[in-house]
């Protein structure tokens, strides 16, 4: 088809193309309605379409400037991700940051819901939603300084961690104007205060991360008070002016002008849920140190061992659990498998074995870096089963044994539970559970707690049991009162039967 046109006007007959026809119809438009010559219009679209290749130059310069200015005038401190100065860093910048800061991540959170919605916490259906900051590279003002600090290396896979906080877990790179580190060396002192205070009430745990790459904050418990775990008072004693002798700066002195390795190891043994992870805890908020906790059954290998090993900070509770789970070399497992089985109790058993080594064990307890303050706590619920190699002198210095409960420390539990300062008596509950909890003082509930443990038969329940009881009636210690006669009765039945009671149907059938 043509794209000449004919057309009339004023009677002539011109021959035209369409684009200076169009053109001449934009003309006549613009200058009708505005006051602007098309050829202007035609210079701003010019310019317009120009803009992105000039900002892209623009950008270029600019980065080539800022590359030489960090070159020459800039002062920086990268702190690998992982690193505990790296989230102190993250939590500073993250409650430090603009008003109107407009990016980002949400998140289901993972931790404990609202503590205030209880409805939700007993339907356990709904989580809230967690909002935390989100940003690549930021710029601030810290004591009239300016400071830019710029996260690398962003992996997606790190927002689906339940440790991340929205930022961080990224190498971290602090930069100012300059030619000292030292004002970032003083940001860092004031993050790691800061991180410091917000932390003091609560214990970070450590653990390895999904892949077994690095140690993340896995959680971040409340300090649970030493009071709370009940168990023999002398024991607990003596355990506590142990590691408070190891702590002190002087015997780190004494220890190395003898040349002794500076280390400190316990084993806490005992049945399950005596309180061997509870007490671990506990001596960690005691003394505020981080805990890193490594489930052996889990270890992939020695040299996985090592590694996790190497990268633990001095100063700090290591918590080996499972203890017993470890290859024992001498019992090969070419050779006597079948002693093994016997040895830790069933074929269940050889399932969760571990895959390092006794010797693997021995080498990071006994290396170079185990020299620098830290406290290793091993658990175990089988300690006949322990290579006495593991648990001499220099690497257990104390065993603990936490036993089932005694009517003693059942009383000593029974207070705590209902103490006033326990007994939650705001608007959450409802006023009819606040009108059965009549009971609130102390003198009351001591005699109650009396009475409570004349039922408690000496050493055949676990705290654990105990307190799975208790959370049955926490609205009502006069109920906790009342029910602890039968409760025993139905425990005792049910060990005596070593069964497994379930409901079905409404009816409590047991294997
Ligand atoms: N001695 C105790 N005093 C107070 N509470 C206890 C005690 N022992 C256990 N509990 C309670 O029982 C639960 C389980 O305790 P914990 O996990 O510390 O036991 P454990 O000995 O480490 O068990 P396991 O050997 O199975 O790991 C916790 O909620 C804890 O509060």
Not at 118 to 130: E, H, M, N, P, Y
Not at 261 to 268: E, I, Q
Not at 341 to 367: F, H, K, W
Request: with cysteine.
């Amino acid at each position: 088809m043509s794209l000449l046109h004919h057309t009339h006007l004023n009677g002539e007959r011109f021959l035209i193309d369409p684009w200076n026809h169009g053109t001449g119809i934009m003309r006549a438009v613009l200058t009708r309605f505005t006051d602007l010559d098309v050829t202007h219009a035609g210079s701003l679209i010019a310019i317009v379409g120009a803009a992105p290749a000039g900002w892209r130059l623009l950008r270029s310069a600019w980065y080539e400037a800022y590359s030489w200015i960090r070159q020459f005038f800039v002062a920086s401190v990268t702190v690998p991700g992982g690193d505990p100065v790296n989230s102190n860093l993250i939590k500073w910048l993250v409650s430090h940051r603009p008003r109107h800061h407009r990016a980002f991540t949400g998140r289901t959170e993972m931790g404990r819901g609202d503590a205030t919605d209880r409805a939700a916490s007993l339907k356990k259906t709904r989580r809230s939603v967690q909002y935390a900051p989100h940003w690549d590279s930021r710029w601030f003002f810290h004591h009239g300084r300016l400071f830019v600090a710029s996260r690398d290396n962003f992996s997606s896979s790190a927002m689906s961690d339940p440790a991340y906080e929205g930022v961080g877990g990224e190498q971290l790179t602090i930069s100012c104007f300059g030619w000292s580190i030292e004002p970032i060396q003083n940001l860092i002192e004031v993050a790691r205060e800061f991180a410091d205070r917000q932390t003091q009430y609560f214990v970070i745990i450590y653990g390895r991360d999904r892949y077994g790459m690095s140690w993340q904050p896995k959680t971040r418990k409340p300090i649970r008070l030493l009071d709370t775990v009940h168990f023999d008072d002398t024991v607990k004693q003596e355990l506590l002016n142990d590691i408070r002798k190891y702590l002190d700066p002087r015997t780190q002195r004494r220890y190395q002008s003898r040349s002794m390795p500076y280390r400190r190891g316990y084993l806490f043994y005992g049945p399950p849920g005596t309180g061997k992870s509870s007490l671990s805890t506990a001596l960690a908020g005691e003394f505020g140190l981080d805990l890193y906790e490594v489930k052996i059954p889990s270890i992939a290998s020695d040299s996985d061992l090592e590694q996790m090993f190497q990268e633990i900070p001095p100063q700090c509770i290591v918590l080996l659990e499972d203890i017993d789970a470890v290859w024992i070399e001498r019992t090969s497992r070419s050779h006597s498998p079948d002693r093994r089985s016997e040895r830790s109790g069933g074929s269940d058993r050889e399932n969760s074995r571990a895959n390092c080594t006794l010797s693997g064990l021995l080498n990071v307890l006994d290396g170079v870096g185990s020299q620098e303050g830290r406290i290793v706590i091993m658990t175990t619920n089988k300690p006949e089963l322990l290579d006495p190699a593991l648990v001499r002198p220099g690497r257990v210095d104390m065993k603990v044994f936490l036993g089932n409960i005694t009517p003693a420390s059942a009383e000593q539990m029974f207070v705590r539970m209902f103490s006033p300062d326990e007994m939650v008596t705001s608007d959450t509950i409802p006023s009819s559970i606040q009108q059965r909890s009549h009971v609130v003082d102390l003198d009351d509930i001591r005699d109650l707690a009396r009475n409570f443990a004349k039922a408690i038969p000496d050493n055949v329940f676990t705290p654990s049991q105990l307190q799975g009881f208790f959370q049955l009636h926490l609205d009502s210690a006069d109920d906790a009162a009342n029910g602890i006669t039968s409760w025993v009765e139905k425990e005792l039945e049910r060990q005596a039967n070593s069964s497994f009671e379930f409901l079905e149907n409404g009816v409590v059938k047991r294997v």
